[in-house]
């Protein structure tokens, strides 16, 4: 394998003048992983994919979305309610880091920003392969829990005691298995960076992507944890029954955020995954 290189910070400009912060990882390759984290997280959900053992032949690559993090956090709707500044962000992010061919990694709304690629971007004959982590991908009955709308509409509350309160149980509810305290106040620490004028402009948006997943044509893997309570196990199950070819792995005993709760498991199907397809 290649020899692993130290994690580094960069920034990439979107087409729309918005700054990205990206951290990238493992080694110095032209094929890799993209990681991309879900609705009021940051490029941190991915920090036990970026040190993994199992991924340091590939390169590796988190970024915060717009409104997220320590990435640009324009005013206005206009800036988070269609598909193509999502596809655009990505494919900034993947040309930014100089990969020829990339596994894409979905975790929750993640998965939402991958199909936006596939539908609005040219670059998507780099992509070697998909995977689907927790990841919304319709709206419809028994795939988002009424408590995961419930509680995402009160993180919109302009009392900040009542939004803080909600994103901490909102990162709590993440959980089947929770982790370390510590872990959880880094987490609600960065929940808190994205404010809730960028949250309203992401929840508008209709969500279906059927006839782009029937369509496509890579390698597709989707994990789900079992447990999850927010985004529910038949909406990864509808997610693999779409796209022709998906894999479905299912983790007893899960919930919402895999790569935390099982990184080992998680690092082993994604090691196991990009071993197959990323050459």
């Not at 110095?28 to 959900?45: E, M």
């Not at 959880?184 to 209709?206: C, F, H, K, Q, S």
């Amino acid at each position: 394998m290649t020899a692993p290189t130290p994690q580094k910070l960069m920034t990439v400009q979107s087409d729309d003048h918005v700054t990205l912060s990206v951290t990238v990882s493992g080694a110095n390759s032209d094929t890799g992983f993209v990681f991309i984290h879900g609705i009021l997280q940051s490029a941190l959900s991915w920090k036990y994919q970026l040190s993994a053992p199992e991924l340091e032949g590939w390169k590796t690559v988190a970024y915060d979305l717009r409104g997220h993090g320590f990435s640009s956090k324009p005013v206005g709707t206009s800036h988070y309610a269609t598909g193509e500044v999502w596809a655009r962000d990505l494919a900034a992010v993947i040309l930014a880091a100089g990969l020829r061919r990339a596994i894409l990694v979905g975790w929750s709304f993640g998965g939402r920003v991958m199909l936006d690629f596939l539908e609005n971007t040219a670059v998507r004959d780099r992509i070697a392969g998909l995977v689907f982590i927790d990841a919304n991908t319709k709206n419809a009955p028994g795939h988002i829990s009424d408590e995961c709308m419930d509680v995402l509409g009160r993180t919109l509350s302009p009392d900040m005691a009542v939004n803080i309160a909600s994103r901490r149980q909102f990162i709590e509810m993440c959980f089947e298995k929770a982790p370390h305290p510590n872990e959880i106040e880094e987490m609600v620490a960065y929940n808190n960076m994205t404010t809730p004028d960028v949250l309203a402009g992401m929840l508008g948006r209709p969500l279906d992507h059927d006839e782009t997943m029937r369509k496509i044509d890579c390698p597709t893997l989707v994990l789900h944890g079992a447990k999850d309570r927010l985004s529910l196990l038949r909406g990864g199950e509808h997610t693999a029954a779409t796209i022709p070819n998906a894999e479905l792995i299912t983790l007893p005993g899960v919930g919402h955020m895999p790569q935390f709760e099982e990184p080992d498991t998680v690092n082993r199907a994604l090691q196991k995954f990009g071993e197959d397809h990323l050459i």
